[in-house]
């Protein structure tokens, strides 16, 4: 078991990229108004759900830099991908399809063979565009099929066939 959780394709591990810190965001909405007796408050459903992962790897030690290549692709296209956590008796848990809105990235203290940071760390903001049960709808539509190619994937999986894989290689990661 290596895997803590996956962001798409992107498998952020106990030795590779590690996540740090997990944070989750939601609101609701209640506009209010004044009235002679009060205020009137209106209940008008859920706003944007977002959760915030800081990581960091030592790559030089750990690795991590071909998770850290997936999750900026997957950001740069936009790409609605699955969240999946690790959960009770190593078990994945899908948390929903989110999109990585926002993807810092920071470099300390440089190789001077690699040139890559002794130390990569960063933060990425996942905004949350779907439940789990809109997974089995496909929702997920062509771009993960188009990051799959991008990484060297066959042009003639599909995108069902795309998140098949992506979510069992996920999966495999927890074992």
């Given amino acids: 078991m290596s895997g803590l959780m996956a ?3 992107a498998v952020l591990k106990v030795v590779g990229l590690n996540p740090q810190r997990l944070g989750t965001r939601s609101e609701t ?3 209010a108004a004044a009235t ?3 205020m009137d408050f209106q209940l008008t459903g859920a706003g944007p759900k977002t959760s915030r992962i800081e990581f960091a790897t030592w790559p030089a030690m750990f690795g991590g830099m071909d998770a850290l290549a997936i999750l900026k692709l997957i950001h740069q296209q936009q790409t609605v991908v699955p969240l999946i ?8 848990s899908l948390e929903g399809l989110v999109v990585v809105q926002f993807l810092d990235v920071g470099e300390e203290r ?3 063979r690699s ?3 002794r130390i990569v ?5 996942l905004l949350h565009v779907g439940s789990a049960t809109s997974l089995a709808g496909g929702a997920l539509g062509t771009g993960l099929g188009a990051a799959v190619n991008a990484l060297g994937g066959t042009s003639a999986l599909g995108s069902a066939v795309a998140v ?5 290689g996920a999966l495999r990661s927890f074992r």
């Fill in 7 to 9: 962001i798409g394709a």
């Fill in 29 to 31: 909405r209640v506009p």
């Fill in 36 to 38: 002679f007796s009060g």
């Fill in 85 to 92: 956590r690790l959960g009770a008796n190593y078990a994945g």
């Fill in 110 to 112: 440089f190789h001077p």
């Fill in 115 to 117: 040139g890559v940071g």
């Fill in 121 to 125: 760390h960063g933060e990425a903001e």
């Fill in 164 to 168: 098949g894989s992506t979510v069992a």
